[in-house]
């Protein structure tokens, strides 16, 4: 079977890094991902010159397309799109650069060993049916449940597409303090309003949202534990906690406010895979004037007088500009990247000591046919509804979910993994040879450091694979014997290969303690920095990723 070799990535040409060195440029970018191919996008169209300095041998991040496997092109890390800002659709033109949008109807497909299963969409009609199997009382809820969230994400949009309300520090100029005590009355004002449009009843319900459990808030709305599972399985993905973490209710949220083409929670394929979202942003970039370039692997920041000058490069290459803009992890560009003695002890200690903890890992197969569920014959020969959306494998309860959590909380990988399954290929032709498909699969809990054993064994992460695979196949019989290859991410792959410090997906957790004015930290939430000239432009302090 085939199994990934990691490979390093290609050094920049000669002549790019020659034209990187001929000039002091107005800002250099610190990584391709897609947030750092947008910042850069943007000031290219303002009329900044600007270079990005992607360490691999590829741009796009965590958003990439990777041929692995001869004919088959995975999605190596993030797998769909919804939570992109529309504005930045529209306004870079990401159509007419190549992005094309898959929706997937239905979305959600849980089977159950009992024989039964779930299907759930953007149908109204097919949830209120499918629900019913289980609970009528549910099917009536679940329509009231949907409204509410889309109540609470139009507020969450004001945050997502305002900066945040920060305190000025250090001198600055009176027009400047005026400009930004004026940003925070205005923002304010709109919470407030916002506020009381939704009524006080709406408001505290929105609370209870943020700080709860979502085993509270979905215990409070259902009955059916398949539902509740299939819900929960949102607010715990990418994170260490927990259904039953105070403040996994936001992170419910967090996995409900995206979009696609206007439509709210819908979460998309892309053509292509989720490289194309990178490729479509680099393209609007280069267009603009920006300069791109691989393998140009940033080893340190240049400061001198505490503000930036530039960037070192790791053949030794010295880049200068007055003006950077790391879209790395704030661990990686504050304790890794910034000299020692730069940064205030407080400030170094509090991104040394934050949460990068992860319990994901990501599995990309090839594999000869589509699964076959023991639970769904919907007389399809090809694919089916069951094959569209999420496939939800292992978690028939929010108890399930809670004692693989545990697991990985004592150490051990789970032994009953939650898996979540997607198959692009139903949708997108264009990633698989003819007849066969790319198998996504995202998976949890895994330990950064197992209590025994290593990822750096290779027989302990095949046997961990196994798991996975034999877990599928109590619900798709066959599964295992349909597989070609497969690519195999753990937090530490994800963190050498992808540059993830933990493996976190998110360049951080997103407890309450770490988001909106305290994300990446409180008093830093503005993507400024204590360096002068040096911002943080990554998922880390913004959150806005796919």
């Known amino acids: 079977m085939w199994r990934r070799n990691f490979s390093t990535s290609s050094g920049a040409g000669a002549s790019a890094v020659h034209a990187l060195k001929e000039k002091k440029w107005d800002a250099l970018v610190i990584g391709g991902g897609h947030n750092g191919l947008t910042a850069a996008a943007y000031l290219a169209r303002a009329g900044v010159s600007v270079a990005v300095l992607e360490r691999r041998h590829l741009i796009g991040g965590a958003a990439v397309t990777e041929e692995l496997i001869p004919g088959f092109k995975f999605s190596r890390c993030s797998y769909l799109q919804s939570l992109l800002r529309p504005s930045i659709v529209r306004e870079l033109d990401l159509t007419r650069h190549g992005l094309k949008l898959l929706r997937r109807n239905p979305s959600s497909f849980t089977p159950c060993l009992d024989g039964r299963y779930l299907l759930l969409g953007s149908d109204k009609d097919l949830n209120y049916s499918e629900i019913s199997k289980f609970s009528r009382r549910d099917a009536q809820a679940f329509p009231r449940y949907e409204n509410q969230l889309e109540k609470f994400c139009e507020l969450m949009d004001m945050l997502l597409d305002s900066s945040t309300p920060e305190t000025m520090k250090g001198a600055s100029s009176f027009s400047a303090q005026l400009k930004s005590n004026l940003h925070n009355s205005t923002f304010w004002a709109r919470c407030l309003q916002q506020a009381i449009s939704l009524g006080q009843k709406e408001m505290v319900d929105f609370m209870d949202l943020l700080l709860s459990p979502a085993s509270k808030v979905l215990n409070n709305w259902f009955e059916t534990d398949v539902l509740k599972a299939t819900l929960a399985t949102d607010a715990v993905i990418g994170t260490m906690g927990s259904v039953n973490t105070p403040g996994t209710g936001y992170v419910l949220l967090h996995h409900v406010m995206g979009e696609t083409d206007g439509d709210r929670g819908v979460w998309s394929y892309v053509e292509g895979g989720m490289g194309s979202v990178s490729l479509a ?62 940064l205030p002890d407080d400030f170094l200690r509090a991104i040394k000591y934050s949460d990068y903890s992860s319990g994901t890992t990501k599995i990309n197969l090839a594999v ?111 599964f295992s014997s349909s597989i070609i290859g497969y690519d195999m991410l753990t937090p530490p792959d994800l963190e050498r290969e992808i540059g993830l410090t933990g493996g976190n997906i998110f360049h951080g957790a997103m407890g309450l303690d770490s988001v909106f004015l305290m994300r990446p930290l409180k008093g830093w939430s503005n993507y400024k920095t204590p360096v002068q000239g040096l911002y943080c432009v990554g998922v880390g302090p913004t959150l806005e990723v796919e």
């Not at 290459?317 to 661990?331: E, G």
Request: aromatic share 6%; net charge negative; hydrophobic share 35%.
């Open 281 to 342: 942003i680099s393209k609007a970039a280069k267009e603009a004037g920006a300069h791109i370039l691989t393998g140009a692997e940033v080893s340190s920041l240049m400061i001198d007088s505490g503000a930036v000058t530039g960037v070192t490069l790791e053949d030794g290459t010295k880049v200068h500009s007055s003006v950077v803009l790391s879209n790395a992890t704030p661990y990686k560009t504050f304790v890794e990247l910034v000299p020692e003695d730069v």
């Open 368 to 478: 000869e046919t589509l699964p076959q569920f023991r639970s769904c014959n919907l007389c399809h020969p090809g694919a089916g509804p069951q094959h569209m959306g999420t496939i939800h494998i292992g978690s028939e309860s929010m108890e399930d979910i809670n004692l693989a959590c545990q697991d990985a909380v004592n150490g051990f990988p789970s032994q009953r993994p939650v898996i979540e399954m997607t198959i692009p290929t139903v949708l997108d032709k264009t990633i698989s040879p003819a007849g066969m498909h790319v198998v996504n699969l995202f998976i949890q809990y895994t330990p950064y450091k197992p209590s025994e054993g290593s990822w750096e064994d290779t027989t302990y992460r095949e046997s961990f694979a196994k798991r996975c695979f034999n877990l599928i196949d109590e619900y798709a019989p066959g």
